[in-house]
């Protein structure tokens, strides 16, 4: 698995373009509300492997259950054997679902009331959180807004026989004028006018071609219809071609493979059109009309050919999927090479990616409505909301949305919260995150004043163990290679130990965030901190670091302003034999920086110290961006993000005034924020030009020696 998860990572860093395409993809399909996409399927998008969708109106409409489940549970196995990740779309409550685990095809397989869900049916099936089967129509806008190019059924619906009289066309045919996805099937469903079929879907502009060695379009349980395609192709290669082709071109039409049924099963082809002008007089005896008409006959033609319809239907199915999966197979590796082509040298132009190794929690944050928090287990009025934090977590969410584009390491359990964490964190590359069967995903609960400081936390930590040096250590090419290193107090210190290691063999910048007091010493029990470049703690942490290096400390850390920076400067001094910058986060009164000062400002750029040893030692004091208390939401993320935001600055090689404001402006928009880092936090809102935009109060500035 670590193997897996590193060879992942390591071709992500070569293929950029790619996931930003299928990461926006995604986002976009998740932001709407209406979806809910399998993890396995949406890190596939992400990744830019191939991925196969299938409908679900078979599994609801098209078999009595246990068959469709045993089906349905077939095809996705014959998917993955052939390179690809199926994707079933369906409808359960009211969500799309791109992807269903087996719990879930077993619901839509046993379930009587579910709907048959085409283009005209999304509205009022989510709206009144119905259950239901996609058609081929209904299945190919969600593949296409889920960015899944290749889509694979049984057959297509079509024109109706005596059409011409009752205008009875399927949106299938409409669909594939108008939506951009190749759908695979056995060609047109045989109860249906195929002539006009085709002819229709010449109309809506749907490039056709069967597949083989023949132009013979397939007739579902025939291997011919009578009717020639336009175009044939004879291997998945070719159809792959042709597929890009139509994608490269920005048609809004899809494409129609037509697959002839397995040689073995056309000897049956004659019987079973006998009894389908047999179903048909049938149906239209009883007076069965519309989309009600194709359960009709396929379940009267299993009793009218004592189930081998039923056998073709299954072996026609399970062999459009494996050619529809080495369909997709080949056309990821055509668009791949293209990409690759396209973008020349890219492997040595992609810049290497920071690292953050350290927690994902699931946060509870708690409220408290009055100033005063009852104690006596009463219950106190306020507001209780649900985010997700972490300080590994949001240091890279925070670095991911000013541009910088993170590998995070961390590790969570596959447990109720996974699908949630992975939702919320779909903007940033989650590659590295251990996924653990048996484990508990981090949980964290914060009670907050009205005032908005925090007066209680409780946290079910255990699952930040398992970061463990070995984990790590599959990612070391990317470590040796990243411009900087971010590790939070939360991961084992074996683990620390290792990063620091790794840091001296290989001259690299590392940021440690000591978390809380209790874990701020983590580093300082040996000497690994002395490759450590940066560190970020508040008077409280930096107070445990110095007690545990054996240094004098305060009994009582100060609150005024004066006292606090005089009480900084003075715990600070001895790292700094070491360490190129300490930054000493001081909450509402701003940020300390005590570093060496070059040029008239303390140097954040890594190795600047080295080269310039007889500087002199001073801190820096930055005022916070003021902020009412009725303004403050939450503070748990504000620190993070306020290290972000000057990392983000470093990374950028800003200035160090421009780095530390950066910072300032995006802890200011995370306070404002229920969530630990502000949505609101982008390129645009910290940047630069944004620093230049407002004025600033000076930066006070203290010699240290």
């Known amino acids: 698995m670590h193997k897996m998860i590193r060879k992942i990572t390591l071709s992500l860093g070569r293929q950029v373009s790619s996931m930003a395409h299928g990461a926006t993809q995604v986002r976009r399909l998740l932001h709407g509300g209406y979806v809910r996409i399998l993890p396995s399927v949406q890190e596939a998008l992400v990744e830019g492997r191939a991925v196969v969708a299938l409908e679900s109106t078979i599994i609801t409409h098209g078999m009595a259950y246990p068959l469709n489940l045993s089906m349905a549970r077939e095809v996705e196995e014959i998917v993955r054997a052939n390179g690809a990740v199926p994707a079933t779309v369906g409808i359960l409550r009211g969500q799309i679902h791109v992807g269903l685990t087996d719990e879930e095809l077993e619901f839509l397989a046993s379930s009587k009331n579910a709907v048959k869900v085409s283009r005209r049916d999304f509205p009022f099936v989510l709206s009144q959180g119905l259950s239901g089967g996609t058609t081929v129509s209904g299945t190919m806008i969600v593949a296409h807004k889920a960015g899944i190019p290749v889509f694979v059924t049984g057959g297509i619906g079509g024109v109706h026989r005596h059409g011409e009289n009752t205008l009875d066309v399927s949106a299938d045919l409409t669909e594939l004028g108008r939506t951009p996805v190749a759908v695979v099937s056995a060609g047109a469903k045989s109860i249906l006018d195929i002539g006009r079929t085709l002819e229709y879907l010449e109309t809506q502009g749907v490039c056709v071609a069967a597949f083989g060695e023949s132009r013979e379009f397939p007739a579902f349980f025939s291997r011919q219809s009578g009717f020639q395609a336009p175009y044939h192709v004879q291997d998945e290669e070719e159809a792959a071609k042709l597929i890009d082709s139509a994608l490269g071109l920005g048609l809004s039409s899809g494409v129609l493979i037509a697959v002839p049924c397995p040689q073995e099963r056309a000897a049956q082809g004659q019987a079973i059109e006998e009894a389908i002008q047999q179903a048909l007089s049938q149906a239209r005896s009883k007076g069965i009309t519309g989309k009600d008409v194709t359960p009709f006959l396929l379940q009267k033609l299993t009793e009218l050919t004592d189930g081998k319809s039923l056998d073709s239907n299954l072996a026609l199915i399970q062999n459009n999927a494996r050619v529809g999966s080495c369909i997709a197979v080949a056309l990821n590796k055509l668009q791949k090479a293209r990409r690759k082509r396209s973008q020349p040298g890219q492997k040595d132009m992609t810049a290497p990616q920071p690292v953050v190794i350290g927690g994902i929690n699931v946060d509870f944050i708690a409220k408290a409505q009055n100033p005063e928090i009852l104690g006596g287990g009463q219950t106190n009025a306020g507001r209780v909301r649900r985010t997700f934090g972490g300080v590994g977590r949001n240091l890279a969410d925070c670095l991911s949305r000013l541009g910088q584009a993170p590998l995070l390491l961390s590790a969570v359990g596959k447990d109720e919260h996974l699908e949630s964490v992975l939702h919320y964190c779909h903007h940033m590359d989650m590659s590295g995150v251990l996924q653990l069967e048996g484990e508990s995903t981090a949980t964290y609960c914060a009670v907050i004043s009205s005032a908005g400081e925090l007066s209680l936390g409780l946290g079910d930590m255990d699952i930040h163990q398992q970061i463990t040096e070995q984990y790590v250590s599959q990612f070391k090419e990317n470590l040796c290679q990243a411009p900087l290193v971010c590790i939070d107090g939360n991961v084992p210190l074996s683990t620390i130990q290792y990063v620091c290691q790794l840091a001296r063999e290989h001259q690299l910048a590392v940021c440690y965030e000591p978390t809380d007091e209790n874990k701020a010493s983590k580093p300082f029990l040996s000497d690994s901190w002395k490759a450590l470049t940066y560190i970020s703690p508040n008077l409280q942490e930096l107070r445990a670091i110095n007690r545990t290096l054996g240094n004098p400390v305060p009994a009582e850390l100060p609150s005024r302003l004066e006292d606090a920076v005089q009480a900084a400067v003075a715990l600070a001094c001895p790292l700094l034999a070491h360490l190129q910058c300490v930054v000493v986060t001081l909450g509402a009164h701003g940020v300390l920086l005590c570093g060496r000062s070059l040029g008239g400002s303390i140097s954040l750029h890594p190795g600047a110290h080295k080269q310039a040893a007889a500087a002199r030692l001073c801190a820096a004091h930055y005022p916070a961006i003021p902020i009412s208390r009725e303004e403050i939401v939450n503070v748990s993320g504000a620190g993070d993000s306020l290290m972000a935001g000057i990392l983000a600055g470093v990374l950028a090689k800003h200035d160090t005034g421009t ?47």
């Open 659 to 705: 780095c530390v404001r950066m910072g300032l402006l995006a802890a200011s928009l995370s306070l404002r924020s229920y969530e630990p880092i502000s949505p609101e936090i982008s390129t645009s809102s910290v940047s630069l030009e944004q620093v230049k935009s407002r004025s600033w109060p000076e930066a006070k500035v203290w010699k240290m020696d």
